[in-house]
């Protein structure tokens, strides 16, 4: 117990601390070797709760409430499941924490930012370790406000600014279902304990509509937080932001709350087939239209937004069929490539002073580190043999043909599990594409922008290196027997590997050819045979648009009706009783002024008026 909470208040301590940092070197050291600290004991803690280990659970204090709630707790639990993401969480943190000390050797407000990034390392372990939904939220919530002034750090930016807010807003507004989904279940259960709930699941205690009712609600918020449809356009905005924060809270940690919500509290979802049902929808819309968004983007870290998108999608998907084993495989391996992938693009922008590929291009001679663990990010991302991704994936599509069988004993319907195995399969050949035409775009053919490149300092290097080795070796965890708490592995299908890679190895080379190089050797973007469907994609289907003409403006002008009601209404009767009572005032002011005189004439004069009106009613 002790340990679980260390992995909090460390970090915590750590950014408490640097905001008493004077000088920035100062601050480095304290965010980096708090990260570091923080690392040493996860490892100690998570390390021996990987595999078959029984889970270790406690809660500090008194339990405390009143006669009509539940009791509150501070409860921590650690299983095998919150171990994998913990170490996760601890490593791209420390990673990330190391990379900024020369990503932003020259920002003013470094310091700030360093706080901001230990902070945001403790609500992430909150919330995986959480064994009460209220601390849960209070990690999730935490999570929110730390990711809106990260992505917001260059805030003079309208970018930037409008970037944070759009995801303040929309992963607020899904954040209520989280709220009033943990105060439905506790009136349900009468009690907060997320092992309690799930026990009571298991029981059958919770009655079907409100085992709906919840997981619908807690899909809402996984589905804000995890950038899924209909939230999902929030992501991609946030890329102003610096690069490292894409790699710690859009690829490794905050992004990934979603899919660990619904896998911590998957037998709810289980045992509710409307919610299994929602969440595999979901997932399927969402992989296809981000992969295809991915396809006609300009921007380098626009396009590893939407693969974030696209590949969380991968992960509801393995949960919306059963396999927890799956998604979480594929979410750790998706961690650390794409944490890895955003880093190269930090440094590709460092080098060229943009992110834009018009600037790129012919930067494998000039970058060598940066080009090779790239290359090993790139291939991982849409799953080739033998990296990481490739495992995770033919985990994931593997556990859809497999409930498929109308015998299967998963929660999906077989025609659900029929949707995204082709969903699967098509969003596979079209991330193939996608990462083929940015990697050549990047590295290929000879350099289009004017800024002379250069490889990134050892600082940011390094973190690329170490990210290389996960991204090569991560997958192995999945077919790795009882690594998930004893959960069984995930068999590699034979013939998933043999097809998907044929697939694959095919969209590959038909990229490659779209992509030939003009004569003076300038690689011609692929995209471009797109032809008229491009634009359409570039827009990204116009969604933001309609928001803004179905949300937005409604929103804004009921504003101002309720603000026009509140001055010429509300306003109006303030205003005209202080009018009024100052009206009254002035009278009793000139009634009373001091004079001997006007009062013997008011009292005289009052009494005539009275005998007057006395004998005229005589």
């Known amino acids: 117990m002790i340990g679980l909470t260390l992995t909090i208040a460390l970090p915590l301590l750590a950014s408490l601390v640097g905001l008493a940092a004077v000088e920035r070197i100062q601050a480095a050291w304290v965010a980096v070797g708090g990260a570091a600290l923080t690392w040493v004991v996860t490892a100690v803690v998570a390390l021996p709760r990987l595999g078959e280990a029984d889970p270790v659970s406690g809660s500090w204090g008194h339990a405390w409430g009143n006669l009509d709630a539940p009791a509150l707790t501070f409860a921590l639990r650690g299983d095998a499941m919150s171990a994998a993401l913990l170490l996760l ?177 998957h037998p709810l979802f289980v045992a509710s087939e409307t919610a299994t049902v929602a969440l595999g929808l979901v997932a399927v819309v969402t992989m296809l239209i981000a992969a295809a968004f991915a396809l006609a983007q300009d921007d380098l870290k626009r396009v590893l ?101 109308a015998d299967a004993p998963g929660p999906a319907p077989s025609w659900l599990a029929w949707l995204i195995l082709g969903a699967a399969l098509v969003t596979a050949a079209l991330t193939a594409a996608y990462a083929t035409r940015a990697w050549r775009l990047v590295f290929g053919g000879q350099r289009r922008g004017t800024e002379t490149a250069h490889e990134a300092p050892a600082l940011m290097r390094w973190p690329l290196v170490v990210l290389s080795v996960p991204t090569v070796l991560m997958g192995l965890a999945v077919v790795w027997p009882g690594w998930l708490g004893g959960a069984e592995a995930e068999p590699v299908h034979s013939w998933v590997a043999v097809s998907s890679t044929l697939i694959l190895v095919a969209i590959v080379g038909l990229t490659w050819l779209l992509g030939r190089t003009d004569e003076h050797g300038v690689t011609i973007d692929p995209a471009t045979r797109l032809g008229p469907v491009r634009p359409l994609l570039a827009r990204e289907f116009g969604v933001d648009a309609a928001y803004d003409r179905l949300v937005v403006r409604p929103t804004m002008g009921a504003s101002v009706l309720t603000l026009a009601a509140d001055r010429d209404v509300v306003d109006a009767y303030v205003r005209g009783a202080t009018t009024g009572a100052l009206g009254a005032s002035r009278l009793l002011r000139w009634a009373q002024n001091r004079n001997v005189q006007t009062y013997v004439t008011v009292a005289v004069v009052g009494f005539a008026l009275a005998a007057v009106l006395a004998g005229v009613s005589a």
Request: glycine share 8%; with cysteine; charged share 10%.
């Open 89 to 265: 969480a601890a490593t791209v943190a420390l990673l990330v924490q190391i990379y900024s000390v020369a990503y932003l050797a020259d920002d003013p407000r470094y310091r700030a930012y360093a706080m901001i990034v230990s902070l945001f390392s403790a609500s992430m372990h909150a919330v995986v370790v959480a064994d009460d939904l209220f601390v849960l939220l209070i990690g999730w919530e935490l999570m929110g406000v730390c990711s809106y002034l990260l992505i917001g750090h260059y805030w003079e930016r309208s970018d930037a600014r409008d970037g944070a807010a759009k995801a303040f807003l929309m992963t607020r507004f899904a954040d209520v279902g989280l709220l009033v989904a943990i105060i439905v279940l506790g009136q349900a259960v009468d009690s907060y304990r997320i092992s309690d709930v799930l026990d009571a699941v298991a029981a059958g205690e919770i009655g079907d509509a409100t085992t709906t009712t919840v997981a619908l609600l807690m899909l809402l918020a996984a589905v804000g937080k995890s950038a899924q449809f209909p939230l999902h356009s929030w992501l991609p905005d946030a890329m102003p932001g610096p690069s490292p924060i894409s790699a710690l809270i859009h690829s490794a940690t905050m992004v990934a709350a979603g899919v660990y919500l619904v896998a911590r509290m």
């Open 305 to 405: 937004a939407w693969s974030t998108v696209s590949q969380l999608a991968y992960m509801f998907a393995a949960l919306s069929v059963g396999s927890v084993v799956a998604a979480i495989g594929h979410l750790l391996a998706h961690g650390a490539f794409k944490a890895l992938l955003f880093l190269a693009a930090g440094s590709v922008a460092h080098a060229v002073g943009s992110t834009a590929f018009a600037d790129m291009g012919g930067l494998r001679r000039a970058m060598p580190w940066t080009f090779a663990t790239a290359t090993l990010g790139f291939a991982a991302l849409p799953g080739l043999l033998p990296l990481s991704g490739f495992f995770t994936k033919d985990a994931i599509v593997g556990a859809a043909y497999d409930a498929t069988h």
